[in-house]
């Protein structure tokens, strides 16, 4: 046994030597979200020397027998036990599957040559002490098989510091190809993960035409799944029923809130979030549901965050029930003050989701644009975390009276100058389609209640910019996507009650589209449980008090589908049957 360990541990020093922090440097976990912010990233290289420090200490007891004249630098566990007898790279096996019903494998923000891939290794039985990472291989091929040379493979080290996740960047891929990967122990080759599917984009200079083979491109887009109150049965329909290329979540993939499910028996465990431990517990908990598991094994997703992955009505300096002020945070419910909850969730989310850490010195950006071939720009947004001046926290009712300020952002200036300029880009370099990702509902909407001021209809300067730059640079089939609301609603994009250039019943003058869909699982804003036929009612209500909207339904849960060839984008609604039940 004895000999076993000194094999691992040579093998180790000479990992550690010639690689310094490598293994743990190629996953991405530990430099996000802010890789170049030492506070807010993990520093590798002291993972690595507690590693190495754990591994003298354990060599110098196995060599010596008794640890007199040991000198111990640093204390190596929170356990405080003898781990003398522990491997130096965890070798007691992975468990891959943290549920019965889960295949935790995902991938996520693919470029024209790379992907990133994501699992979760957790350590079968007794967790070793913290010093000790897990070693894990991945490959990826481009047969089914996994049969020949992998097109890219390494190893890389997780540790409890990450929750034990994994995301690395698989390289060396062809554009617009299909892969299949597969993570496996270090240790022991034959525990393996389930085999995941994933795709590359275009090249930016593709042909529409020749984009995807010549098929249509498909989007299968999401937004607001609350474990409580449904199955994400959406999910899986797109996943087995579709031919999704690519899954794109428009945020409230988590909800903070509790609420036990007890009729469908779907309780959240926890508390409302606050801390790293109850996001990172949250996110655990979701990806148990086999839809959602599923579609994560299936494709690539490309997600952004809205305002439940942090918390309710997230702004830039606070959430419904958090903010900082100079009398301290007892306003929070949970104690924590709102930057301490904002950085553990965006943390526990860097860590679980398959996304790319956009920029290293900009806190926060999640905003990002995607080339795919000349058929479309998709163009990802943060208008909810990243620079989002105040909005409707419930008690504030100052909103709607402000709602027309100039300098009311829901981006920040940065973003909405970067955004303007992807537009014209997308334009310029001859992209037929320009798609935009992103939170809360576009087009002005007079329901029964009003104006909702925590969507576009809060920041009526800031639309009329958007909209300003598509008509005066003569910037057509702009496609916005968006979630949020609970409810399908299809618009022509224009300037709100501007009739003379735009026609509502041929759609003449309009500039672009919104397609904003329902929930995966998150309760009817038209009544929790409204039948079909009486959401229709108020949909009709709805599409005749508002020039822009062209349809709108609000009874089903579900997602939405859009097909782009060069020459036409099909939205199709998918509508669950029933969420209360897998
Ligand atoms: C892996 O996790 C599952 C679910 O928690 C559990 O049933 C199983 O015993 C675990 N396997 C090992 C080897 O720990
Ligand atoms: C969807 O896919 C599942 C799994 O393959 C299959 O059982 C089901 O019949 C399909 N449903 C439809 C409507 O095609
Ligand atoms: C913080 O929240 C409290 C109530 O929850 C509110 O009274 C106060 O105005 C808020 N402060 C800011 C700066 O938003
Ligand atoms: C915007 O301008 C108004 C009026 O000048 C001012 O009261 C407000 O503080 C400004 N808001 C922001 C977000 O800068
Ligand atoms: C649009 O017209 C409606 C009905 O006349 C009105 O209530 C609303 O204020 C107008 N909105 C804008 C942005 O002009
Ligand atoms: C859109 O739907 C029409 C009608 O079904 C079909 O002919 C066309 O091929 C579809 N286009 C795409 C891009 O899906
Ligand atoms: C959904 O399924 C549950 C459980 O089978 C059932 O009790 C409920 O009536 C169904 N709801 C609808 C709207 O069909």
């Known amino acids: 046994m004895v000999s076993v360990l000194l094999a691992t541990f040579v093998s180790f020093s000479c990992v550690a030597r010639t690689m310094g922090t490598r293994l743990f440097d190629r996953n991405l976990a530990y430099s996000s979200p802010f890789a170049n912010a030492p506070h807010l990233s993990h520093d590798t290289r002291s993972l690595q020397a507690r590693h190495v420090q754990f591994v003298k200490r354990q060599h110098q007891l196995d060599d010596t027998v008794s640890s007199n004249g040991f000198t111990d630098e640093h204390y190596p566990t929170f356990y405080g036990g003898d781990f003398s007898s522990s491997p130096w790279i965890y070798n007691g096996g992975v468990n891959f599957t943290h549920s019965e019903s889960s295949h935790p494998v995902a991938s996520g923000d693919p470029l024209q040559d790379s992907i990133l891939l994501w699992t979760r290794a957790v350590p079968a039985g007794a967790p070793p002490d913290q010093s000790i990472p897990v070693c894990v291989t991945f490959k990826i091929f481009d047969n089914e098989g996994l049969s020949g040379r992998p097109l890219d493979a390494g190893d890389a080290f997780t540790t409890y510091d990450v929750d034990w996740t994994l995301k690395v960047e698989a390289n060396n891929l062809q554009p617009d190809s299909h892969y299949w990967f597969q993570f496996s122990d270090c240790t022991d080759p034959d525990i393996v993960s389930p085999v995941g599917t994933t795709r590359t984009i275009a090249s930016p200079d593709t042909p529409a035409e020749e984009v995807n083979g010549g098929k249509p491109l498909t989007l299968a887009v999401f937004s607001c799944s609350r474990y409580q109150d449904g199955w994400f049965n959406a999910y899986g329909v797109a996943a087995h029923n579709t031919s999704a290329d690519f899954f794109v979540h428009l945020g409230d993939y988590i909800y903070e809130s509790l609420g036990d499910g007890a009729p469908i028996g779907r309780a959240v465990a926890g508390k409302e979030l606050a801390t790293i431990a109850d996001y990172r517990q949250r996110l655990n908990q979701y990806r148990t549901d086999p839809g959602l598991v599923y579609a994560h094994q299936k494709a690539p997703w490309i997600t952004v965050w809205d305002d439940?992955?942090?918390?309710?009505?997230?702004?830039?300096?606070?959430?419904?029930?958090?903010?900082?002020?100079?009398?301290?945070?007892?306003?929070?419910?949970?104690?924590?003050?709102?930057?301490?909850?904002?950085?553990?969730?965006?943390?526990?989310?860097?860590?679980?989701?398959?996304?790319?850490?956009?920029?290293?010195?900009?806190?926060?950006?999640?905003?990002?644009?995607?080339?795919?071939?000349?058929?479309?720009?998709?163009?990802?947004?943060?208008?909810?975390?990243?620079?989002?001046?105040?909005?409707?926290?419930?008690?504030?009712?100052?909103?709607?009276?402000?709602?027309?300020?100039?300098?009311?952002?829901?981006?920040?200036?940065?973003?909405?100058?970067?955004?303007?300029?992807?537009?014209?880009?997308?334009?310029?370099?001859?992209?037929?389609?320009?798609?935009?990702?992103?939170?809360?509902?576009?087009?002005?909407?007079?329901?029964?209640?009003?104006?909702?001021?925590?969507?576009?209809?809060?920041?009526?300067?800031?639309?009329?910019?958007?909209?300003?730059?598509?008509?005066?640079?003569?910037?057509?089939?702009?496609?916005?996507?968006?979630?949020?609301?609970?409810?399908?609603?299809?618009?022509?994009?224009?300037?709100?009650?501007?009739?003379?250039?735009?026609?509502?019943?041929?759609?003449?003058?309009?500039?672009?589209?919104?397609?904003?869909?329902?929930?995966?699982?998150?309760?009817?804003?038209?009544?929790?449980?409204?039948?079909?036929?009486?959401?229709?009612?108020?949909?009709?209500?709805?599409?005749?008090?508002?020039?822009?909207?062209?349809?709108?339904?609000?009874?089903?849960?579900?997602?939405?589908?859009?097909?782009?060839?060069?020459?036409?984008?099909?939205?199709?609604?998918?509508?669950?049957?029933n969420v209360s039940t897998v």
């Open 308 to 577: 439940h992955e942090v918390a309710d009505q997230a702004w830039k300096a606070g959430t419904a029930d958090t903010n900082d002020t100079s009398v301290g945070c007892s306003f929070s419910p949970s104690g924590a003050c709102f930057t301490d909850r904002k950085l553990a969730a965006v943390r526990a989310y860097h860590e679980w989701m398959p996304i790319r850490q956009v920029d290293p010195d900009d806190k926060l950006r999640i905003w990002r644009n995607f080339q795919i071939g000349k058929l479309l720009d998709l163009t990802m947004l943060d208008t909810r975390q990243y620079d989002r001046d105040i909005t409707d926290l419930y008690y504030n009712t100052v909103i709607k009276s402000i709602a027309d300020e100039m300098n009311r952002s829901l981006m920040g200036s940065e973003q909405e100058a970067w955004f303007y300029e992807t537009l014209s880009n997308s334009k310029a370099r001859g992209a037929v389609w320009r798609v935009v990702g992103q939170q809360i509902v576009f087009t002005m909407l007079n329901e029964d209640d009003g104006l909702d001021v925590d969507a576009w209809d809060g920041y009526r300067a800031n639309r009329n910019r958007v909209l300003d730059h598509l008509y005066s640079n003569e910037i057509s089939n702009t496609i916005i996507l968006s979630g949020d609301s609970h409810a399908n609603w299809v618009s022509d994009l224009a300037h709100p009650n501007q009739t003379v250039t735009y026609d509502p019943i041929t759609g003449n003058g309009a500039i672009g589209v919104e397609f904003a869909g329902t929930a995966v699982s998150s309760t009817s804003t038209f009544g929790p449980g409204i039948s079909p036929a009486d959401a229709n009612k108020l949909s009709a209500r709805y599409v005749a008090a508002n020039i822009d909207l062209q349809w709108s339904e609000g009874s089903y849960r579900g997602f939405f589908t859009l097909a782009l060839d060069a020459h036409q984008a099909n939205a199709t609604y998918w509508a669950m049957r």
